[in-house]
T-cell receptor, first 113, second 112 residues
Framework: SQTIHQWPATLVQPVGSPLSLECTVE??????LYWYRQAAGRGLQLLFY??????ISSEVPQNLSASRPQDRQFILSSKKLLLSDSGFYLC????????????FGEGSWLTVV | GDSVTQMEGPVTLSEEAFLTINCTYTATGYPSLFWYVQYPGEGLQLLLK?????DKGSNKGFEATYRKETTSFHLEKGSVQVSDSAVYFC???????????FGAGTTVTVRA
């Protein structure tokens, strides 16, 4: 079965600092990969998704970017964080095993201060 | 576009009470439907799913039936426990697109 590793689990960053969240997937090949954000007390917002290496689709304009340097690696980045970037970030994937079911990582709590 | 509307919370219940969370959807084609659960401080876990009309998904005492005629996928559990306290998300994926559309989430609190 596929497993999603996401880190760091929590981080506190000052406004204006850079960000890098990393996600790797095991147990499947050529997955579709996703980054979601969940603001406190709110639903899920799809930020980026990728159907292959180097292929990134952005769902909303924002202060963040994503990259997929390897088949099972997905990175969320920012050059300068804003207070509004605080939230719970979730990496997710679908793969040959799961079909159209999306599975999520454990999430990364980001607090921008 | 595709969308999901689920019952707003929060919902507070006593242990052993019956739980139902309403979910309706709008989609083209033949979507798959999902319920995800998020326990405090954790990521989302797939609770159950149904991939075609009249399918019933079930897991951990929870059930939901894919009703095409009413475009609904209501979540039910006959006797809740304190450990069922969580946020529940209804979601769909269209038949030709693996992006999920999520509902806003329903917070459920079960009191002992």
């Amino acid at each position: 079965s596929q497993t999603i590793h996401q880190w760091p689990a929590t981080l506190v960053q000052p406004v204006g600092s850079p960000l890098s969240l990393e996600c790797t997937v095991e147990g499947t090949s050529n997955p579709n990969l996703y980054w979601y954000r969940q603001a406190a007390g709110r639903g899920l917002q799809l930020l980026f998704y990728s159907v292959g290496i180097g292929q990134i689709s952005s769902e909303v304009p924002q202060n963040l970017s994503a990259s997929r340097p390897q088949d099972r690696q997905f990175i969320l980045s920012s050059k300068k964080l804003l207070l509004s970037d605080s939230g719970f970030y979730l990496c997710a994937c679908t793969g040959t095993v799961s079909g159209n079911t999306i599975y999520f990582g454990e999430g990364s709590w980001l607090t921008v201060v | 576009g595709d969308s999901v509307t689920q019952m707003e919370g929060p919902v507070t219940l006593s242990e052993e009470a019956f739980l139902t969370i309403n979910c309706t959807y709008t989609a083209t084609g033949y979507p798959s439907l999902f319920w995800y659960v998020q326990y405090p401080g954790e990521g989302l876990q797939l609770l159950l799913k149904a991939t075609k009309a009249d399918d019933k998904g079930s897991n951990k005492g929870f059930e939901a039936t894919y009703r095409k005629e009413t475009t609904s996928f209501h979540l039910e559990k006959g006797s809740v426990q304190v450990s069922d306290s969580a946020v529940y998300f209804c979601a769909l994926s269209s038949s030709n697109d693996y992006k999920l559309s999520f509902g806003a989430g329903t917070t459920v609190t079960v009191r002992a």
